[in-house]
């Protein structure tokens, strides 16, 4: 017969550490939701803090976790949240760091043709590509009749040549060494970049330059967002006689 006096428990061991209460580590959901932002660093690095705080916060959720088993629960979250803060913590500045090459070679690329106009004495070509490109005429448009055509263009243009730096740099012409130096990145919005960029130039013969003197190019990087094409144009040219820095 069954012993009635003393009842069998109705949970063994195992019903009672399943029916124990876990509680949820709140640094490792903290670190999950940082880790999904984390891929906003991509766009901006004000941004980067996002997966710097899921790494730290991931970090010491697996931490308290680790000394407060089995009674906290969230490693799993924690480690999620851990791969997708240290992945963008690494990929958000290597992909700033190579955007700003990619920007920083295309605006030497331009300066060079604007540079190889003035070397020519083309200064109508120079100050073409100083206009936005919504309003500057195509390459193969006679530039003469342009000007001819926009007596307000024409002013700007022969106030740009009239500027000393360009004087300076037309008298040169053709015999003027011009080296590139640095690149500095100003701002990346949404739809343009600006770049400054300094070269050195020299006359190697020093007959109408005593010594070198340092060119600052401040370059405009403007997209369209309908058709996707990007396209540059030289905002201000400025001179000093040393490189900034």
Sequence with gaps: MPDTDHPAPMFDEADEEVARYRELSSLAVAGLLAGLLSPLAMLTSMLWLAPLAAAILSGLALRR???RRPDLVGRPAALTGLMLGTIFLVAA????????????????????????????????????LMIDP????????????????NPNWQRKMKLFADEPIMRTLFALGPTAEIRFCQTATD???????????TYAVTDPDEQKLAKSFFITLLLQR????????ASWTLVRVGGCDSPPG
């Design 65 to 67: 976790i680790a000394t």
């Design 187 to 197: 701002s990346r919005q949404e739809v343009f970049e600006v770049v400054r960029q």
């Design 134 to 149: 919504k309003h500057r005429p195509p390459l193969e448009n006679n530039l003469a009749e342009f000007y001819r055509q």
């Design 93 to 128: 500045p290597v992909d700033d760091l190579l955007y700003r090459h990619f920007l920083g070679q295309q605006a030497q690329e331009f300066a060079e043709i604007w540079f190889d106009a003035v070397r020519q004495g083309d200064v109508q070509q120079a100050h073409r």
């Design 222 to 229: 403007s997209v369209d967002t309908n058709k996707g094409h």
